[in-house]
């Protein structure tokens, strides 16, 4: 079983390709949109095919509440565990803490009105029952519409059955799919036979369509019928729908080449999207040769049994669920499954190796694409080889080569999951175990919890000394050296962090990872109270991090150096360096250097003299916290610069407007509170007359600092750069 728990689409975004073709429903789309209005739970009912997915797809784009639409994809999740987390991902949310994903969905929809849309959710109806029943209960803006075979079963539902269209419908339909393929049709008996005798279900057009480039309407229906006579031993009865759809798919797979068949079955063991690599890889051998599998998925791209998608890391393809099933089954039959499962998950080992050193170059943005686009079948893999005790290394290796996507790309909660899952497996390969330790325990330490961090970065070093493995002492080292910094143990933070570089730099270790710890270190020289050495060490960060490309250690690197600037009395070099710092952060969903660089965004302006937009970030910052965990982690050397900007705040605006900012900018999503402090768009102001618009150009005024607050506003701790490990 394969959990994906993306497949969202983006508050607002755009509608999946396959649905931007539509022809007729225009009763039925009038009245879902009249039920929507009408009720905050509807779901569409029906058979599979049977276009719920596009229809619903269309109402909620006429229902659109202020804050948008989120749509999910729940046909490839089979873990109830994860509807959890498939809606966090479809609202785009970051949450750095350990607070079930149920908890961070209900804070986030509390205030606001939005229209969910799950669609696939049948195999999954109790959890999605629960899920629904509580958000709905809980957030009094939110509508609900869910697309299945069944209903929820919720208080309140609405049900809207779908049944197929209309014949003067199915035939436009199939006219128009024809043309597609350059075939004209005309309105005759032939083709409203053929519609008919497909029950107008949509999918089965769509099957029938792709094969007008060779057969004509009248042969499709010879063959078509020949199918079903003998399915149903003669009869002229018709067959259920849901066995019209399943022996339309079969149908279509008859006419398949032996080469399309083989190939059609291979890509069932994809979850989700895949490129034409991936497919290459996997499914080629044995009656398929590599330099094949373009030409024979062109084909079947053109009989409609896979589609096509633009993807922001490129040209992806993927099956319909039904379709999908049927190939899998053939799969299983031929009795080839299981390799097809292994090659599958060493590509994305493959893959996941690949992406974890190219982290470390001028391609990470490519890489967080790449992965975030491939997830699902990273997760497959990843479920596939945690299954199996004698493969457990290639899992506990996979989930660590990950980390970059865990802590890097805002996926905690999902990487303490399957690190936590392949740390309790034995094996005996003990690198693999070692990397999965230090980075759940690097994990733990972001989500602020403290303990669970230091057990398992002891029990790496433990295993590591044992083993005589030097990578692993020195990431055990240094990871332990975080987490002393932010516990505010500064001497001992210095000695394990000078400890753990000196080790990297005897192993030849350089990568995102050792770039952190230097810029750790120098967070811990700052605390102690030398500034100057902070700076040399962070200004030697930020040259190899430019030599290499590297933009995500480098984002650090410049928050140290803006905070020094500050200290020092130029602000305006400091605006500079926090707009560079939170540009990066944000592309990477790098919630922790969002809101740090916002924190002392706040500070520099206040300095300058606006002390409503300082109150205003503040409060922006306030509400991103609690995605991140403890306010400034709790430390006296990271809270000091924060009291210093609210004080300064406070005493010029007077304790009731200061508050009437803070309220503002509390209000700001973290896209509008990024955007207010980079000063994007004056329209995440939302706020009256009264309140402070966003800034317009930087006025700089020099404040001189008292000497007890010249430390660093924050530490990057909570985010480093391991590569290899």
Known sequence: MCEDQSGGTPVNGDLPLELTAFVGRSAELAGLARTLDEARLVTVTGPGGVGKSRLAARAAARSAPPDGIARVELAPVRDPEFVDHALVDALGLTDHTTRAPRETLLAHLAGRRLLLVLDGFEHLTAAC?????????RAPGLRVLAVGRRPLGVAGERVFPLEPPAEDEAVELLADRAALHGIALRDDPEVRRLCRRLDGIPLAIELAAGRLRALSPGQLLERLDDRFRLLTGGSRDALPRHRTLRTAIGWSHELCSPEERLLWSRLSVFAGRFDLEAAEYVCCGDGLPSDDVLDVLTELLAQSVITREETPAGVRYRMLDTVRAYGADWLEA????????????????????????????????????????DLPNLRCALEFSLADPEEAHLGQFLAGALWFCWVGCGRLAEGRHWLEQAVRLESDHTRPRLKALWVLGYVAILQGDRVPALAALQECREEAERDASATGVAYAEHRTGCLALVTDDMARAERLLRSALERYREIGELNSNVL?????????????????DAVRLCEDVRVVCDDHGERWARAYALFVLAYAAWSGGDSARARELLTDCLSSAHSFRDLLGSVLSIELLALVTATEGDPAEAAVLQGAAAALWPSVGLPLFGSAYFNAPHELCEARAREQLGDERYEECVRQGTRLDREAAVSRALGWSAASAGAADALPAPRGPVRHTTVPLPPDMREPAASPTRKGGETTG
């Open 129 to 137: 029952a629960d899920l629904v029943g509580e958000l709905l209960g």
């Open 334 to 373: 031929t009795g080839d499954a299981d390799r097809l499962r292994r090659r599958h998950r060493y590509w994305y080992v493959g893959l996941a190796t690949w992406c974890e050193l190219d982290w470390f170059s001028p391609r990470q943005r490519e890489v967080a694409a790449r992965v975030d686009a």
């Open 516 to 532: 952190m710890g230097q810029v750790e270190l120098a967070m811990a020289r700052a605390f102690l109270g030398d500034l100057p």
